[in-house]
């Protein structure tokens, strides 16, 4: 038994964890260690990947890649791999996975059993979308493949699935062609979120990746940074020479060993006296980069990967991500009167992140995306106080008819999770009944 935790440490609960390295050992690995759960990289945030005094199985072993057809760009891989892996892998030969979250230290299982969605949800879709076909162990003892076409149900249950139908053991991908690592950057200060909604909708079809970080404690006033990137072609990142001095610096940046957050302090280091005048000065820092740039997609894409354990700065108790989305009508609103709730609270978040998703369904039974705004808050865990905020947040979303992420939670109530997921019943039908998570517990009562 060893203590694990997941990214937002609110828990260190003892796991009878088993190294999956073998992809065929999977399936006895799993019948003789039963109920358990699939675990990833963890990170997740809150109890979607825990499992506490029961089975884990690490997946991080099966790390092998399979096969590529360079002339389709599908590559087949073990569900462990990482998705940073197939990026240094594969850019350099003119591939780039069509979607990634905020980081890339995640693995092709959990990627796909929280199907995860990037800052180009608007235009590609989710992880999902790029899925052709996984095998799937399941509990028994067999070896399940599934694609959309001869298992499209089980399929739908898996992606999105919260590793509760089976693990997921190799996965095959649909890559997209890239013509350099570099993407073409414009970062525009807004104020209020009209704003917002004017510069989301002024961009959706002329930029592939569109975010924007929200200054949360700010409140009517509301005032952020938008940032949108399309990637830049073979020809026109060699019609500018620069680059290469620019991409061997961030080469050997990368081959460096990365920064990381040293020691868990006592306390939070993200507190109330440290979040206005941090949000203030982001903002005006920020601003100064206003207009066009060029960027590497590493630091573009993924700003915290190079400060290993940042997640040890909320202190000894950890801290809750919560992230809804709320259709865009009425999203205006509830997304205002959240801000107004936390400016009130004065439990400021440090990363408020606002964008919005594309108009498209997601073919998970259990996928988080849906059309609508998206807004991912972090608030140091200081117990009653932080729960109350949350509490009020849900109220919010529930009315704006919204739900939250599964990724990232660790305490939304059932009635939440029921309204905001209407395939659950549908879903339950796929489930591995010697899979089990702490989540599933919370949430599904199984
Ligand atoms: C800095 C940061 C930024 C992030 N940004 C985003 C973002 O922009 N968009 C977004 O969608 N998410 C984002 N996330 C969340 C993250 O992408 C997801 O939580 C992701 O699923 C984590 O993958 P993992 O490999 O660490 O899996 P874990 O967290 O270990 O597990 C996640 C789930 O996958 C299941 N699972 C893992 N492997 C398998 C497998 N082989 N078979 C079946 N089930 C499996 C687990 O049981 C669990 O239910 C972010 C997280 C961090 C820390």
Avoid at 122 to 150: I, K, M, P, Y
Avoid at 311 to 323: D, I, S, T
Avoid at 366 to 388: I, K, M, Y
Wanted: charged residues 20%; contains cysteine.
């Amino acid at each position: 038994m060893k203590p694990v935790s997941a990214w937002g440490r609110l828990s260190n609960d003892l796991h009878d964890v088993h190294v999956l390295t073998d992809r065929a050992h999977v399936a006895p690995v799993l019948a003789a260690h039963r109920p358990g759960l699939a675990f990833g990289n963890g990170r997740s945030y809150g109890d979607v990947c825990l499992n506490p005094h029961g089975h884990l199985w690490h997946t991080t072993g099966l790390n092998k890649f399979m096969a590529f057809d360079d002339a389709t760009g599908r590559l087949v891989c073990e569900a462990g791999v990482l998705l940073r892996d197939i990026q240094r892998l594969f850019v350099p030969r003119g591939w780039m996975l069509p979607v990634t979250p905020g980081t890339q230290l995640i693995t092709v299982g959990g990627a796909i059993a929280n199907d995860v969605h990037g800052k180009n949800h608007h235009a590609v879709g989710s992880f999902g979308d790029h899925v052709l076909g996984v095998s799937l162990a399941r509990t028994t003892g067999e070896v399940l493949s599934l694609d959309w076409t001869q298992t499209p149900a089980l399929m739908s249950a898996t992606l999105g699935g919260l590793g509760l139908t089976g693990v997921i053991v190799t996965a095959e991908l649909q890559l997209r062609r890239v013509g350099s690592p570099w993407l073409r950057t414009e970062t525009l200060p807004y104020q209020g979120l009209t704003e917002f909604f004017e510069l989301a909708d002024a961009s959706e079809h002329d930029w592939e990746h569109t975010v924007s970080w929200i200054d949360c404690l700010a409140g009517q006033t509301a005032r952020g940074i938008f940032m949108r990137a399309n990637p830049m072609s073979a020809p026109q990142a060699a019609a500018m020479p620069s680059l290469k001095a620019v991409l061997a610096a961030h080469q050997q940046k990368t081959q460096s060993q990365p920064l990381r957050m040293p020691f868990v302090p006592p306390l939070s280091l993200v507190n109330g006296l440290s979040l206005k005048p941090f949000n203030m000065a982001y903002y005006e820092l920020q601003k100064l980069k206003s207009g066009f740039d060029v960027a590497h997609y590493e630091p573009f894409s993924y700003p915290l990967d190079n400060l290993q354990d940042w997640n040890r700065m909320y202190g000894p108790r950890g801290f809750y991500q919560y992230q809804s989305v709320v259709p865009r009508e009425g999203g205006q609103l509830a997304v205002q009167a959240m801000l107004d709730a936390i400016a009130a609270s004065g439990e400021g978040s440090f990363l408020a992140v606002l964008k919005t998703f594309g108009n498209r369904e997601a073919k998970g039974m259990l996928s988080f995306p849906e059309p609508g705004v998206t807004l991912a808050l972090d608030f140091p865990n200081r117990g009653q106080r932080t729960l109350q905020l949350m509490d009020r947040l849900d109220a919010i979303v529930r009315e704006a008819k919204g739900r939250l992420y599964m990724a990232k939670d660790a305490r939304m109530p059932r009635d939440l999770f029921e309204a905001g997921y209407p395939r659950l019943s549908e879903f339950a039908a796929h489930r591995d009944a010697g899979i089990s998570s702490a989540m599933s517990r919370r949430l599904m009562g199984v």
